[in-house]
């Protein structure tokens, strides 16, 4: 879990003197437990998922659609000291907090046993139980956790549970209340000092859909209040017609909980050693994309239509601390160019930012045989002092280039009584560096106590760009097969690389409205083959399903060989028969015979009798969207066969999913 320091935060303006004194002590952190762990070679392939919830309230007999701010008590009873952590953990789970105070965010206890087939099938059940505890936990009519990427109307008049009106000074945002962010000073203080960093508030610009009714491209959007609250602050449009930081035809946004506000499912596995880590890394790097795409869940964003299905790049916007010359922008008056950075000589290894904090891997991690320089082709600044002092402490180029690059931002939140620390036994100025550097893959190290054959935790990837889908059937399928897949690079040792420039546009790619149907992405064919890459554009249909014609066995018949040779001996054959779901449910998704929920949500709202093709998502229309979504994640039947269609639908009928909640009551 991230860190979640309790104290005084410090003002963006104090913080950032201690950014070098988080940074120097980071590194030696990171070298002390690199050099603890130096001899774990053989974990076990442990695994978990994540798993992120949003408290909506749907009032049927009013059709009333609420986001619900006020069930705090939901995380504090089910977290460690509260009043039912017992029966949390007597499930098998734990409850964290997130960024929204809408939000609940739930793992296993323990994480999985990869090299157990049989714990591949407890992921699900353990994740209702997750879904079944909180809505207990909940004890409010019409209120549910339920697993929705975006809210469709985040941000729209007043949307909040209790009625709340935005005029917070931690986001300054015309649409979104403070009171939506968690309480913990961490939140607050993290959406303060990214705006202040910046100087400016974020400012997220999502092409809007264009339908026929669509108001024209070039007008200002009527939706964006004018407000005089903040009179000194930045971008605020005061008196004038149009905001500036609102690009035309686009849906504006300028709150960090737009995006922290999501949600997703992560998951992280644990590697035997540090070069196996890095081997999982590498070959996940072009993977993240494609799951992006596959799992897309988010066309709606302010209750418009956007010509986009998936939250990513919301969130790279929401996070985006640079100040305006680091983003290669003219810079603000009387602000400093480089934040916190005030080494002259780093500075120059910086120059400009060219992506968020909040973004796609930029670089390889290396370290394999079958990895070339030339691979990592990105425009990727590092902090030349930090990635000097890697490598003379005998980290490679790789390596030290990897932790070099995340070091070249700043620490965005700091408690005064956690500026001196233990670096022997701490990692809180590491992890702060590292848990806000929040990108398509994360490699997580093992702590300072993690010496050799101890059960800490040792070398992790976690794999971070998948959207969340509405039932725990989807998320498990989503959380195993990347699982499995992951398992099976490692067991065939398949060379996944190609230059990371072509992964970047993949992202880009995957964001696109129904990319399943209309895009093509960049993989790397050869995959048995140690020599040079051969790339072609491949449809998400051929990556996953496999193609002939292309010499692309496909990522589910992977899957599927490698099950085969590693489990199929003794294989319980219910299980081989809820993977079989698993991947009939994957396969569909990127053939597009299964709609993605992006394309399902789009179909609901087109055709909604209130909808007036205008790409404005009327409430109605979101709450009927809610309450789909509601009915779908207790396996409602009409509701399953609608979304997944006959197959899928009927089998998850025919084996008791509908009466799934009540058998755990
Ligand atoms: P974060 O939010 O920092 O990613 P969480 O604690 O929320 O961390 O989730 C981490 C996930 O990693 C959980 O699913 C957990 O079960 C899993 N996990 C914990 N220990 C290990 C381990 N040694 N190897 C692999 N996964 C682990
Ligand atoms: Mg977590
Ligand atoms: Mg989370
Ligand atoms: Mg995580």
Excluded at 419 to 446: A, C, G, Y
Excluded at 476 to 493: D, E, G, N, Q, W
Aim: charged share 25%; aromatic share 10%.
């Amino acid at each position: 879990m991230g860190l979640l320091s309790l104290g005084t935060p410090l003002h963006w303006n104090d913080s950032k003197k201690y950014a070098d004194h988080v940074r120097s002590n980071g590194v030696i952190q990171l070298l002390n437990s690199y050099k603890i762990s130096q001899g774990r070679e053989n974990d076990k392939f442990y695994w978990g998922d994540e798993i992120e919830y949003m408290m909506i309230s749907l009032d049927e007999a009013s059709r009333s659609l609420k986001l619900s701010i006020d069930h705090d008590y939901v995380l504090t009873n089910l977290s460690e000291d509260g009043k039912n952590y017992q029966a949390a953990l007597d499930n098998d789970v734990l409850f964290h907090p997130e960024y929204g105070r809408f939000m609940l965010e739930a793992t296993p206890l323990n994480p999985y046993d990869g090299t157990s087939l049989g714990d591949y099938f407890k992921v699900e059940n353990n994740m209702h139980r997750r879904r079944f505890l909180a809505i207990k936990e909940i004890q409010s009519e019409n209120v549910y956790p339920l697993t929705l990427t975006a809210f469709p109307l985040m941000g729209v008049d007043d949307f909040c549970s209790p009625s709340t009106l935005p005029k917070g000074c931690a986001s300054k945002s015309l649409f979104l209340p403070d009171e939506i962010i968690n309480k913990h000073v961490r939140f607050p203080t993290l959406t303060a000092n990214i705006r202040r960093r910046r100087g400016q508030k974020v400012a997220i610009n999502i092409p809007l859909y264009k339908d026929k009714n669509t108001r024209s491209l070039d007008a200002a959007d009527p939706s964006i209040p004018k407000r005089e609250l903040f009179p000194y602050s930045d971008n605020e449009p005061h008196l004038s017609a149009v905001n500036p930081a609102a690009k035309p035809g686009h849906i504006y946004m300028d709150s960090m909980g737009f995006g922290m506000g999501s949600s997703c499912l992560q998951v992280t596995m644990q590697a035997k050693n540090l070069s196996e880590a890095r081997y999982l890394f590498d070959s996940l790097v072009n993977i993240a994309p494609l799951m992006l795409a596959v799992t897309a869940a988010a066309p709606i964003f302010r209750g418009h239509l956007a010509d986009q299905d998936v939250r990513w790049n919301v969130i790279s916007g929401a996070v985006d601390d640079r100040t305006p010359f680091e983003r290669n922008e003219a810079p603000l008056e009387n602000h400093p160019l480089y934040g916190g950075q005030t080494d002259v000589e780093v500075q120059k290894s910086m120059l400009r930012i060219p992506k968020s904090r909040y973004d796609s891997i930029d670089q390889y991690l290396g370290g394999t045989e079958f990895y070339k320089s030339s691979y990592n082709d990105l425009n990727a600044p590092i902090n030349k002092k930090v990635y000097d002092k890697l490598l003379e402490s005998g980290l490679d180029e790789e390596l030290s280039r990897h932790f070099g690059h995340l070091f070249i931002r700043d620490p965005l939140v700091l408690f005064s009584e956690r500026i001196e620390q233990d670096n022997e036994t701490e990692m809180d100025h590491f992890e702060n560096i590292q848990s806000t550097n929040w990108q398509t893959l994360r490699f997580k190290v093992p702590s300072q106590d993690s010496v050799p054959n101890s059960n800490k935790p040792g070398w992790r990837i976690e794999l971070r760009p998948m959207e969340i889908s509405l039932t725990d059937f989807e998320n498990a399928a989503y959380s195993v097969f990347s699982v499995l897949l992951s398992r099976a690079y490692i067991h065939y040792r398949f060379n996944n690389y190609l230059n990371i420039s072509l992964v970047e546009d993949n992202m880009k790619r995957a964001h696109h409205r129904d990319a399943i149907n209309r895009e093509k992405f960049y993989v790397r064919t050869n995959i048995e083959d140690s020599g040079d890459a051969y790339v072609q554009e491949l449809t998400l249909d051929e990556i996953f399903n496999g193609s002939e014609k292309r010499k692309f066995k496909g990522l589910i018949p992977i899957v599927k060989d490698f099950v085969a040779v590693e489990f199929g001996h003794d294989a319980n054959p219910d299980d081989l028969e809820k993977l079989d779901m698993y991947l009939e449910l994957i396969s569909g998704r990127a053939s597009g015979a299964t709609p993605t929920t992006a394309t399902y949500f789009r179909k609901l709202i087109s055709e909604h009798p209130d909808y007036k093709y205008d790409s404005i998502v009327p409430e109605s229309a979101a709450f009927d969207l809610c309450l789909f979504a509601k009915k779908l994640s207790e396996y409602n039947p009409t509701t399953v066969r609608q979304f997944f269609g006959d197959k899928i639908g009927n089998w998850l009928i025919a084996h008791g999913y509908s009466s799934i909640f009540a058998k755990l009551d």
